[in-house]
Each structure stands twice: as C-alpha cells, then as structure tokens.
C-alpha cells in the first residue's frame, strides 16, 4: 500500500481523511448510527472520543479545491469516525510508526520528486499547512496502512488472470482492443484492468473491516 509516489500526487492526498477515503469508499458503508450528519454544533463521541466540526472544517479545508466538489462535510464526518476508529484499534494492537520511519518516507519522496528541502518546505507551505502538521497526518496513514497490511494482508490481495478475462468480457470494447494486435497496447491494458480488479478487492475488504469496526462501536451524537 505504502510506495513512492510523485510529489504532485503525495501533496494532492495530504490529508489523511483524502487519503484513506481513496481505499475506504463511504458509499458502500452501512448508514453511520442514528443518521448522524454534520452540523455546526457537531459533536460526536466514538468510544469515547470526540469528534467536532471544527474538526470537520479543518480536515475538508485540506483537501485540494479541484476534490472538494466529490467530498462533502458528511463524507468528511464519515471518513473522520473511520479513521478514529482505526486509530483506536491500532492502539489496541500497538502499532505505531516512528519518527525515523515518517524521515524516511520524507526523504525517498525528495528524492523521486527532485525537491531539495527548501523546495519541500515551500510545496507543503502552499498547501496551507506546516511541516509539523504534514508529519502527524503523514503518522496516522502510515499507521493505518500498517493496521491494514496487518489485518488484511492487502499487499497480497491480487484480481486474478480469470478476473481480467471475466472483465472483458463483460465490456466487449476491450476485447476490440486487443484484437487489433499490439502487443504493447494490449499488456498496458491488461496491466491496467488488473489494477483497477484489485484495487476494488482490496476496497471491498477494506470495507468489510471498517463495518465491522463500525458494529462494535459506541458512535453518539452530542459527545455524550
């Protein structure tokens, strides 16, 4: 789950709600208990823990402005309840990540992207947000994505070759493609189908894992 990835795209999912929501599709959840919704007096308690809308505001204002139009405060709300609860379970579990390891993942991602520190700083400055700030959302990814390497060993979760050919088939346009004979078009569209095949399996486990978090949790409206 965890790979290099340009500097664009690692500063455009900033936000540790942005970036778990990519595998966590709020969509498919079971409804949040008692239809909870966001409001300016917000205040959610999920085991204990509070979640307002400050919090909410603050989380949807990071998300870059081109993504804010497919995420509303409710999506946020969700991804927010979500997240808590995975980080509870990690502390149930003991797993953390280090300042050592964040430095490291910091560093592998200057030196795909070709930033020195200065120009680092400055890109994550102009996401409105301090380094301090980048590094804490950057733990709690980190230390989710360990949660979920752990729990669901999504790293060897594959779509099958059987998955890819049930796939075309069932979009004729494809088979069209790679019926024109290129053998370099048609590996770069296998590969991709295959991509997009697993991703959905490892969503759908990611899913599954969250609901039943979701079942065995204590969510109130009102912070009580």
Known sequence: MRKIISIAIFLSIISS??????LYDSNK???????????KDLQV??????ITSKDVDEQYLKIPE?????????????????????????SKKGISTTDDEIDLYIGKVKISSGLNESDFGQ???EQGITLSEY??????????????EKELDLKNIKASDTDVENYIEEYPGFQEVLDE???????????KIQMKLTREKQQALVNKYVESLKQNAQIKDGGV
């Open 17 to 22: 709600v942005y970036v778990f929501s990519s």
């Open 66 to 90: 081109k993504s804010r139009e497919n995420m509303t405060k409710d999506k946020v709300l969700e991804s927010l309840i979500t997240e808590k609860l995975l980080l509870q379970e990690t």
């Open 135 to 148: 590094k804490n959302d950057l733990r709690e990814v980190m230390t989710i994505s360990k949660l979920l």
């Open 29 to 39: 959840a079971t409804p949040m208990v008692d239809q909870i919704a966001y409001s």
């Open 123 to 125: 890109k994550i400055s």
């Open 181 to 191: 004979g290129d053998a370099e078009m048609d590996a770069l569209l296998m590969n």
């Open 45 to 50: 308690n999920v085991n204990g823990e509070i």
